[in-house]
């Protein structure tokens, strides 16, 4: 994956400016590289104008979302992009705190579903519990445990915040002590919707595919990588 414009420094008018705030560079010294490095007056970022390491791109961030959510795995990507993997799972935390999952809309309907996965070995089950708003599509609040009150009620309660008009479960029974029985509902078909984006989950991210030995190996970057995938497709 090549990207037409690698250089990090932008010229406007034969003056050197900043990529990210258009501010003022000024020289600050030579790299180990030995090149020459910038600072920017305005948002003190230093910068080189073309890096060695590919990792140092400002677009390579970008990239690795897309790539993420687009079924790769950890390995595939470092592979591609050409940084190595520990850098790569660095940046997936780093990118993760940045993301805010959408925002929800009040007296909306809702479901919620568990999906099962494994985490660190095959032995070890672990649940992704998601809220989903059936107008919008989105994924609005996720929470990653094993099958319990604890795991189930932190998505319940955000959903319960945002004054849903219906919620529609499975007929898991943890469900009837958290939700009250009016906005309750566990027809048949109620869950279609959030079924439907399990698959969907499954299929764009490496981590979830079924009968593969792709799943994650910590639980920390489980979530990093959820959190993205759920903040960057709405
Ligand atoms: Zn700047």
New binding site residues.
């Given amino acids: 994956m090549v990207n037409s414009n690698t250089s990090c420094i932008k010229c406007v008018d034969g003056i050197n ?7 003022k ?1 000024l020289k600050n010294g030579i790299s180990r590289a030995k090149k020459q490095r910038y600072k ?6 230093t ?1 080189v104008e073309n890096y060695t390491y590919n990792a140092y791109f400002s677009y390579i961030n970008k990239q690795i979302v897309i790539l993420l959510t687009e079924g790769l795995g950890i390995r595939s990507i470092a592979r591609i992009l050409k940084i190595s993997v520990s850098t790569l799972l660095k940046r997936i935390i780093a990118i993760s705190d940045r993301v805010n999952l959408p925002v929800m809309t009040p007296e909306s309907s809702y479901e919620i579903d568990e999906l099962c996965t494994f985490v660190k070995c095959k032995s070890k089950r672990i649940w992704i519990v998601y809220a989903f708003e059936r107008e919008t599509k989105n994924i609005v609040g996720f929470n990653v445990g094993p099958r319990t009150n604890l795991t189930l009620k932190k998505v319940v309660d955000k959903v319960l915040k945002a004054n849903p008009q219906v919620l529609f479960t499975d007929r898991l029974k943890n469900y009837k002590s958290l939700i009250h029985q009016c906005i309750h509902k566990t027809v048949r078909f109620g869950t279609n919707n959030i079924e439907r984006a399990n698959l969907t989950l499954r299929t764009h991210l490496k981590r979830l595919n079924r009968k593969t030995i792709c799943f994650s190996k910590s639980e920390i970057m489980f979530k990093a990588v959820l959190k993205i995938y759920f903040g960057s497709v709405a």
């Fill in positions: 400016t900043c990529i990210y705030c258009c501010g560079l920017c007056k305005d948002c003190n970022k910068i």
